[in-house]
């Protein structure tokens, strides 16, 4: 059996406990590793040693140059080292090796693009009225607590790391339970490419555990969070007690959709990318797919007919277009899911496991049509390969469903009719919306999104923001004494 370690102060280390817990590779439910079970005197180390990194020794002298060149090499080691992490990804995951490959080639593009950002933080001249000179300068917010999800978990873990670093700041990252080894074995890599001991601290465990005592620690300047909108609001409450900084991205309950003037084949394929890619397991999925009516049969059929052509197999094999879920926690989520859609709508296509495999969390591409928005399936996020199809009249009443939904992540939108598509593009409420397309997201866009969706951006410029803090700085040019008493 494997075990990893976790990075606290340079080190590689145990939990203090010595408790260790399994990590399965979801397609066999074999154990095919063992992290350490981290508990509040983990991170107590690990927020110290990233608080004594931040306030002392070669970090806080580093210029920006050096901390992106840095992140080059991280970025250059991470590409040398792709397949062995995609392989380990598929193998904790599940997700299909080509869906690896790309999440590894994306998590060392993350890196190089804040390694070129570090030297792009621009302080700021105030115009004052006065004989003064007034400045804006940029600064590390302190020490970042991040916490992520499963889903894509050494990009989620890219995405955190490399903007914070840029800026400035130190880390203490958890990984989710379920997925903790490309993180665990990126660990290794710090040292290796020039990061001072102490700058990233990654410990591994459970929610309650070792993400909970971060939120409250008071080593820690900021909590980053991604995952679910129940554990959001949890951090939001805990985070009050010291004032920390806190982003958020949370679920999403997106929609997809169709006008009957879009190009047929294009919309079809559109549905079935936005929704199963990555088993459906994308806080961005597509995940209600509304379609005009006069298409409305002619596409549920072909949407039937192509999900239940999707290739489901071994996540290693490069054929595969689906693998299973990441748990069997998740896998039973989902479960129950595909049932209480079949109380509540048409059931067009999947609705269960599929028979072919003995082992492994597998579900079926899973389809409901003439789905109610006020029903659970179109309102809660189930995070799998389950697609509720809403049938609509028009462009307002697309308008309306869109907007009703706690969430604000993402959405989509297909015609070929430019002036209809950009009314909706303004009229939707969410963080991010694809005109004739969904889920491509690059490093150098905004990420995030509105009302239950969280708040915050990462990615580009602005994700940056997140970890920086502003300081005014008044220099007075009269050298007369102020002369009021
Ligand atoms: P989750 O249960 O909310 O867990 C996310 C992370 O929070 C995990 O590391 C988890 O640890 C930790 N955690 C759990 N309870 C905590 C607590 N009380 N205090 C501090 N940390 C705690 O979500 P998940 O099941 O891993 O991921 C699925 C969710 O993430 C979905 O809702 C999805 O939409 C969302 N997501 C959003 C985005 C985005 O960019 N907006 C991206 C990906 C995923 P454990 O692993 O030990 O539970
Ligand atoms: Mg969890």
New binding site residues.
Partial sequence: MIRYRMLIDGQRTEAVGGGWFPVYDPSTEEIIAEAPKAGPADVDRAAKAARAAFDSGAWPQTTAQERGRLLFRLAEKIRNESAHLAELETRNTGKPIVEAEFDIADTATCFEYYGGLATKVLGHVNPVPDNALSLSLREPVGVAGQ??????PLL?AAWKLAPALAAGCTCVL?????TPLTALEMAGYFEEVGFPAGVVNIIT????E???P??THPAIDKIA????????K??LRNAAESIKRVTL????KSPNIFFADADFEAAVDGALFGVFINQGEV?SAGSRILVERPIYSKFIEALAEKSKAIRLGAPLDRETKMGPLVSKEQYERVREYQEIGKQEARLISGGGRPSSFAKGYYVEPTVFADVDNSTRIARE?V?GPVAAVIPFEGESEAIRIANDTPYG?AAAVWSRDIFRALRVVKSVRAGIVWVNHMQPTYVEAP???YKQ??FGRELGPWGIEEYLETKQVHINLNEQPIGWY
């Fill in positions: 916490i992520i999800p499963w889903n894509y989620m958890k990984p989710a339970e379920q465990g459970f929610g309650e070792a993400g909970a971060m939120v969070f991604t995952g679910s909108a129940a554990v959001g949890n951090i991205e949370l679920g999403g806080c996020e995070f992540l990420w995030g999104g969706s969280g």
